[in-house]
């Protein structure tokens, strides 16, 4: 089992940044990729960003503004997020795609609200 806590969220006005931070526990050595996602009220869920040995890539709406990381020693992602815009508000999820008795898993944290007010 992964379990994720993000951390971070908040109000910030439009231009603005946050950091959103992602700590994982558990069966940490089976993480291959973390993403990041988000959900506006009444819209679906939405991928903002995702790393792993791959690369890194980001939705066309963020890209420029939001960068991704990782630090595997804290085995902790992060979301920094530059130039904020109201359509940026959501609920942001923290999703681990682990590799766990030869199929991949997915698991989720309970998400963090971001606010941007314009």
């Known amino acids: 089992q992964v379990q994720l806590v993000e951390s971070g969220g908040g109000w910030v006005q439009a231009g603005g940044s946050l950091g959103l931070s992602c700590a994982a526990s558990?069966?940490?050595?089976?993480?291959?990729?973390i993403g990041w996602y988000r959900q506006a009220p009444g819209k679906q869920r939405e991928l903002v960003a995702t790393?792993?040995?791959?690369?890194?890539q980001y939705a066309d709406s963020v890209k420029g503004r939001f960068t991704i990381s990782r630090d595997n020693a804290k085995n902790t992602a992060y979301l920094q997020m530059n130039s904020l815009k109201p359509e940026d508000t959501a609920i942001y999820y923290c999703?681990?795609?682990?590799?766990?008795?030869?199929?991949?898993?997915?698991?989720w944290g309970q998400g963090t609200q971001v606010t941007v007010s314009s």
């Open positions: 558990g069966s940490t050595s089976s993480i291959n990729g």
């Open positions: 999703n681990a795609e682990a590799w766990r008795s030869g199929v991949f898993k997915y698991y």
């Open positions: 790393i792993s040995s791959s690369g890194k």
